[in-house]
């Protein structure tokens, strides 16, 4: 077999020719992704793939949007759920680029204060923390200042 016909089978979802390619997100935070990056919302054209073997991953997603290049902030958003996520840029069908998500000092919104009493639970508020560490994972919220950790995280 040639090594042209080995990448073509490997290759789950069509190449794009513009766009971002966001790979290894495990395949159970696909779809907080797709909401998080307002992907949902937007009439560009995306692919995707879930469920796919990954040897480092064991199940991952891929997602595939035309003709967007995100900002360092915005796609710094998924690193709470998709810390492997790796970003490929793509110009002319060529990677020009390659990525990694980073967690970022300040999260506003999609993080839950893990606080019942706190006022982002009980007003319309969106929350804002900052991360007082990234491994593992610390918020320390703006409003009640409580610590909501890793394993009790959940999102918004
Ligand atoms: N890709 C794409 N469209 C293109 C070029 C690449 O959708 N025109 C996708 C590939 O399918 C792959 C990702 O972008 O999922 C990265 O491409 P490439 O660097 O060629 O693949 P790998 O070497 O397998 O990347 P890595 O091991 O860094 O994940
Ligand atoms: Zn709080």
């Given at each position: 077999m040639t090594d042209d016909i080995k990448k073509k089978l490997k290759l789950k979802v069509s190449a794009?020719?513009?766009?971002?390619?966001i790979d290894h997100i495990p395949a159970a935070s696909l779809f907080k992704v797709i909401t998080i990056l307002g992907l949902d919302k937007i009439k560009n054209q995306i692919t995707f793939g879930t469920n796919l073997d990954s040897n480092k991953l064991g199940q991952k997603a891929?997602?595939?949007?035309?003709d967007i290049y995100f900002e360092n902030d915005e796609i710094n958003k998924i690193a709470l759920i998709a810390p492997n996520a790796k970003l490929n840029i793509i110009k002319d069908y060529e990677v020009?680029?390659?990525k990694v998500v980073e967690i970022p000092?300040?999260?506003?919104?999609?993080?839950?204060?893990f606080n019942p009493k706190c006022i982002t639970n009980n007003e319309e508020i969106t929350t804002c923390f900052r991360v007082v560490?990234?491994?593992?994972?610390?918020?320390?919220?703006?409003y009640c200042e409580k610590i909501t950790g890793a394993e009790q995280?959940?999102?918004k």
């Open positions: 794009i020719k513009d766009g971002t390619v891929i997602i595939k949007v035309s020009v680029e390659k000092d300040r999260i506003v919104g999609i993080v839950k204060c560490s990234k491994e593992p994972i610390a918020l320390k919220c703006r995280i959940s999102m």
